[in-house]
């Protein structure tokens, strides 16, 4: 069945004052994940284009070291101030036996994002203190709804949570991990590329003398 996941994401100044911070408000720990999300794209289906997420996740749980293999498919963004969309997911029993599958359906691995999750729950909130490989420190809140009219209310108690955080709505990205990666290659190749153009043209000009 559709569930509608209500959430909102920033980077952190301070995860560990972060986490002070929720304990105080009654959030306990419920787990701590190292979480590998591979992403799918097709030409025939562009997920991106289309503002979708679709992943295979492999989790392990730090403590026990048990892992699992979820499959999960996100709709588009439900409103342009939260990461709150349209989720469905289901555990599955091998995980290259799904990515094989995907790949025979024309959907080709993009990208991995690596990061050790930190779970709490408080009533109906969960946060997630991530530190994502390539990117830092996130807070991630959310909450699992049976019905998208539920959204507002929800976003309007997060906002109230991040102000005793000391953070504010215009903190919050509505941007994933993923493309955050993706951007920050991007700006990496083209400084490596400015830098051997850079180069070749000293060289060239000491040639020249």
């Known amino acids: 069945m559709a569930q509608f996941e209500i959430e909102i994401k920033l980077p952190l100044k301070n995860l560990k004052e972060t986490l002070k911070f929720l304990t105080d408000q009654g959030f306990q720990e419920t787990a701590q994940i190292q ?30 070291g048990i892992s699992k293999t979820q499959i999960n498919f996100k709709g588009p963004k439900l409103d342009k101030i939260s990461m709150s969309r349209m989720e469905l997911e289901t555990e599955v029993s091998d995980a290259e036996v799904l990515k094989n599958i995907l790949i025979h359906l024309d959907f080709s691995p993009v990208a991995s994002v690596i990061k050790l999750r ?68 991007a700006h990496t190749e083209a400084d490596i590329a400015k830098t051997l153009s850079d180069a070749e043209s000293f060289f060239q000009m000491i040639s020249h003398k």
């Open 35 to 64: 979480e590998e999300d591979t992403y799918f794209n097709s030409v025939y289906h562009d997920v991106k284009k289309r503002d979708e997420a679709l992943r295979i996740r492999t989790s392990t749980d730090c403590r026990s």
């Open 118 to 185: 930190k779970y709490l729950k408080c009533g109906r909130f969960t946060a997630c203190l991530d530190q994502v490989e390539g990117l830092g420190d996130f807070l991630e809140l959310e909450v699992i709804a049976e019905q998208e009219s539920e959204r507002k209310e929800i976003l309007s108690k997060m906002e109230d949570l991040l102000a005793i955080l000391g953070y504010h709505m215009s903190d919050t990205v509505q941007t994933s991990y993923l493309s955050m990666l993706q951007k920050k290659a």
